[in-house]
């Protein structure tokens, strides 16, 4: 997940505003998920990740809307933002089953291509990618 726009933030509001925003998203993506073996974590730049585990896709898409809503509550001005006058995020969201073999390095190529997808397609959303 990226924040969207999140160049123009810095050159707006400057890179002291723009590390503070990095700290209260991070913040908002730890609230977003609650167990023990949930992680948030900063992939660097403006860019973020999610691991979680759940039991279908419906309840994997339930806490990606939370994580992108904590962020958008944040109430953060962003004027430079085509997707709100807020701080937002796009996502791509990829569901493997646990028994899945698939690779590291695929699970981050089918998360990238739901992420230009969801900026593709106006920022501010969620990507399911199969």
Do not use: W
């Not at 993506?29 to 660097?44: P, T």
């Not at 990740?49 to 944040?74: C, E, F, P, R, S």
């Amino acid at each position: 997940m990226d924040i969207d726009h999140f160049k123009q933030y810095n050159d707006t509001y400057g890179h002291q505003e723009g590390d503070n925003v990095l700290k209260q998203v991070a913040i908002a993506l730890k609230a977003s998920i609650y167990r023990a073996n949930d992680f948030a974590f900063r992939l660097g730049g403006e860019e973020f990740g999610l691991l979680y585990m759940v039991n279908n896709k419906d309840d994997a898409l339930k806490i990606a809307t939370k994580a992108k809503d904590n962020i958008q509550n944040l109430a953060i001005p962003h004027s430079g933002n085509s997707a709100a006058s807020v701080v937002t995020m796009s996502m791509g969201l990829y569901v493997i089953d646990v028994d899945d073999n698939t690779t590291t390095e695929d699970i981050y190529k089918k998360c990238d291509d739901g992420l230009y997808v969801s900026k593709d397609g106006g920022r501010n959303q969620i990507t399911l990618v199969s």
